[in-house]
Every structure is written in C-alpha cells, then in structure tokens.
C-alpha cells in the first residue's frame, strides 16, 4: 500500500489550503482516513480522522476551521484548513488504516506535506 500527500505549501495567516492523500495498492477496504502533524520540535498530534460510516474527529485547536473528507472511490482523504494561524505550521502527515486484499490489516503513513503559516 503506498501513500501520496500532496497540498503544502506556504500560506498567509488567515489563509486556507487543502491537502490530499491518495491510497494505492493492494487494498481491500479502509477503515479510518486521517491527518496528524508535527509542528517544528513537538511531537506527532492528531488533528482529525475520518470512519467508514461518516464519524469524524477533530483536535480541539482545528475545530471550526478544519474540515476532513473522504472520497471513497478513488480512497482520497482531504484537509481543507481554513483561517490558518502560525501555530498550524507543521508537517502535516496523511494515515490510512485498513485491510489488504491478502485480509491483513495495514496501518500506513504518507510522506508528509510542509504547511507554513508566516507573514
């Protein structure tokens, strides 16, 4: 199973972006779509997650702003970010957990994507 991030970049405070991850290989079904990030010096945080029937979850410091999708026919998961501030500047890292077609459970994570909110 690969992961291709995609969608970072530099951006004004107040801004929006929105990052893709699209999932490829010998995939059965996914389970949980999600985005973690790494601000500079601090550790990997979550900052939201998407199920299979629709739940979301968000970090208490994206909610209102962020919004996560999915498209399950093509196994694409979004971030559209909006009113960015500094503090969301961080690696911004795509994972995707699911079953292979072999039936093996698998727990991936893209490459990661730079998102720079500066003046």
């Known amino acids: 199973v690969q992961l291709q991030a995609s969608g970072g970049g530099l951006v004004l405070p107040g801004g929006s972006l929105r990052l893709s991850c699209a999932a490829s290989g010998n995939i059965f079904s996914i389970n949980v779509m999600g985005w973690y990030r790494q601000p500079p010096g601090k550790p990997r945080e979550l900052v939201a997650t998407?199920?299979?029937?629709?739940?979301?979850n968000y970090a208490g410091s994206v909610k209102g702003r962020f919004t996560i999708s999915r498209d399950n026919s093509k196994n694409t998961v979004f971030l559209q970010m909006n009113s960015l501030k500094p503090d969301d500047t961080a690696v911004y890292y795509c994972?995707?957990?699911?079953?292979?077609?072999?039936?093996?459970?698998?727990?991936?994570w893209g490459q990661g994507t730079l998102v720079t909110v500066s003046s």
């Open positions: 998407s199920g299979t029937a629709g739940s979301t």
């Open positions: 994972n995707v957990r699911g079953v292979t077609t072999g039936r093996a459970p698998f727990n991936y």
